[in-house]
Structure formats: structure tokens, C-alpha cells
Nanobody
Framework: QVQLVESGGGLVQAGGSLRLSCAASGTIFSINTMGWYRQAPGKQRELVATITSGGRTNYADLVKGRFTISRDNVKNTVYLQMNNLKPEDTAVYYC??????????WGQGTQVTVSS
């Protein structure tokens, strides 16, 4: 059993910053790709950013240049630094981890609200 616990969400004004964290715990052999997804009201869940165990990153076009994903492989933790936030970034942000032998695992989500 693997648990992903997110933290760092909240309310911020447009142009502000937030840093999300997601820590994986439990029986973990290894974690391949980790990432962040988000889901706004009435919309489908969409990819925000991913990072491999080797540090290769991938970003959605909408967040390139504003968001930075990173990870600590020792702590099994992934981070998302979000700068210059916009109202359209408002969503529930979910952590995802591809865990060896278990497959994709999801966190419970953390709310990010950006006011104009």
C-alpha cells in the first residue's frame, strides 16, 4: 500500500506564488515518473508537469516558464513551484506517482485558488 500526501495549496492573489509538496510513503520498491495534474470545476483532469527518476521534466504549455517541478528521490517527494499564478490556474491539484509493481498512485488533491 502506498500513500501520497499533498500539501501547500491555498488562496493566493494573481501574480503570487505557491509551492506544492507530495510525499509518498508505504511499501515502495521504487518510483518511476512522478507528476502533478489538476482539475478545474467542470473540466477534465489535465497534466501539469511530470519528472522522471532521472530528472527529465515535461510541462504543459500553459505552465511553461511559470511552474517548476522537482523531486527528492531519497524522500520520495515531488514538488511543484508555481510562480506568476493566474486565476485560470485555480483547480484541485493531484499528485501522481508511477510505483514499480503497483502502477499509478494518486493523492487526495489539494485546492489552489488564485484570485484576480
Amino acid at each position: 500500500q502506498v500513500q501520497l500526501v499533498e500539501s501547500g495549496g491555498g488562496l493566493v492573489q494573481a501574480g503570487g506564488s505557491l509551492r506544492l509538496s507530495c510525499a509518498a510513503s508505504g511499501t515502495i520498491f521504487s518510483i518511476n515518473t512522478m507528476g502533478w495534474y489538476r482539475q478545474a470545476p467542470g473540466k477534465q483532469r489535465e497534466l501539469v508537469a511530470t519528472i522522471t527518476s532521472g530528472g527529465r521534466t515535461n510541462y504543459a504549455d500553459l505552465v511553461k516558464g511559470r511552474f517548476t517541478i522537482s523531486r527528492d528521490n531519497v524522500k520520495n517527494t515531488v514538488y511543484l513551484q508555481m510562480n506568476n499564478l493566474k486565476p485560470e490556474d485555480t483547480a484541485v491539484y493531484y499528485c501522481n506517482a508511477l510505483v514499480t509493481r503497483l502502477g499509478p498512485q494518486w493523492g487526495q488533491g489539494t485546492q489552489v485558488t488564485v484570485s484576480s
